[in-house]
C-alpha cells in the first residue's frame, strides 16, 4: 500500500508541483487577502516546518571536498551580488530600507546556492543539496553583519537577532531532519507536504504586503533582472543542462520561501514581494532559457 502511496504522489512532488502552489499562494492573496493575514504570525514556525522536510533530501556524509571548497569560494561571489544589488536598491527613493533588504536577502541563499551548483552538476543529487546547505549555513554570519552596516542609516537592523533567527531556522531543522532519516526512515513520506507548506508561507506574506506592490514593482524588476543575469550566466556554464534544471527546482524550495520570511520579518512583507516575485518568473522562463542553450549547444 506504501508502494501506491508514492506511486501517486511522487510525480506530484516534481518540477510543476511547487510553481503551482507559488500561483496559488498569490491567486489566494489577491482573493482572500483578509483570509491571508490571519495566517502571517505563523510565518516563521510554517517555514521551519518546510526546511525540515526538504532537508530529508540531503545525506551529510555525502558532502565532497570539492563541494567545501566551492562553498568557500562563492562567498567572495556572493559578496559581489550583494553589492551590486545594494547600489541598485540606494537608487531607489521608495522605502530605501525595504529595498535594501529585499536587495540582500534575495540575493543571500540564492544566488551562491546557484554559482555552487554549475560547479557541482557531475556530482550526486544529496550532494549538490549539500552545497546549498553550505553555502546557506555560510551566509548566517555574513547577512546580519553586512545588514548592521549598510543599512545603519536607513533601518535599525537587529543582527544579533537576525543571526539567532537564522540559526534556528537552517541549523535545527537540518540537525533534526538528519537525526529522524536515521530513528524514523518513514518520515520521509512527510517530503510530499512540501507544496502545501510553501503554499501556506506564500499566501499570508503576499496578502500582508500586497498593498504596496505598485511601490515595489520597478525594484523588483530591477532585481529580478540582475538576478535573471546571473542565472543565464550559470546555464551558459552548466554543461549537463537536464540536470541544471533539477537542481534548480531544489534551490527554489529551499530558498523561496526563506527569502521571503526573512524580507517580511526584518523588513516589511512588501519587501519580501520581489523575492517571490522572482521565483514565479524564474520558474516561468527557466524551461525557455534551458531549450535556447540547448539548442545552441547542439
Do not use: C
Not at 137 to 155: C, D, E, G, N, R
Request: proline residues 5%.
Amino acid at each position: 500500500m506504501g508502494k501506491n502511496w508514492n506511486g501517486f504522489f511522487t510525480p506530484l512532488m516534481g518540477l510543476y508541483t511547487l510553481e503551482i502552489s507559488l500561483w496559488a499562494a498569490v491567486v489566494f492573496a489577491v482573493i482572500f487577502p483578509e483570509a491571508g493575514k490571519l495566517l502571517f504570525p505563523y510565518n516563521l514556525p510554517i517555514q521551519f516546518i518546510l526546511l525540515y522536510v526538504s532537508f530529508f533530501d540531503l545525506d551529510l556524509r555525502e558532502i565532497s571536498r570539492s563541494a567545501w571548497k566551492t562553498a568557500v569560494i562563492t562567498l567572495a561571489i556572493y559578496f559581489v551580488v550583494i553589492a551590486v544589488s545594494w547600489g541598485i536598491a540606494s537608487q531607489i527613493e521608495t522605502n530605501p530600507a525595504a529595498l535594501a533588504g529585499l536587495a540582500i536577502i534575495i540575493t543571500a541563499p540564492y544566488g551562491i546556492g546557484n554559482i555552487a551548483l554549475s560547479k557541482e552538476l557531475g556530482v550526486k543529487l544529496s550532494t549538490t543539496s549539500a552545497v546549498v546547505v553550505l553555502s546557506t549555513v555560510a551566509s548566517i554570519a555574513v547577512i546580519p553583519a553586512f545588514s548592521s552596516y549598510a543599512l545603519a542609516k536607513t533601518v535599525p537592523v537587529d543582527a544579533q537577532k537576525m543571526f539567532i533567527e537564522l540559526f534556528v531556522l537552517i541549523i535545527v531543522p537540518l540537525v533534526l531532519a538528519q537525526i529522524s532519516k536515521k530513528l524514523v526512515p518513514k518520515l520521509a513520506i512527510l517530503r510530499e507536504t512540501r507544496p502545501l507548506l510553501m503554499f501556506l508561507l506564500i499566501w499570508p506574506i503576499t496578502s500582508s504586503g500586497i498593498q504596496r506592490i505598485s511601490d515595489l514593482t520597478f525594484a523588483a524588476l530591477l532585481v529580478i533582472a540582475l538576478m535573471f543575469v546571473l542565472y543565464y550566466v550559470l546555464q551558459r556554464a552548466a554543461s549537463r543542462l537536464a540536470r541544471t534544471e533539477r537542481v534548480e527546482t531544489i534551490l527554489v524550495r529551499k530558498n523561496t520561501g526563506l527569502a521571503a520570511t526573512l524580507a517580511a520579518t526584518h523588513f516589511t512583507p512588501a519587501a519580501a514581494l520581489p523575492a517571490i516575485a522572482y521565483s514565479i518568473v524564474l520558474n516561468l522562463v527557466q524551461g525557455a532559457i534551458i531549450r535556447m542553450r540547448r539548442g545552441k549547444s547542439q
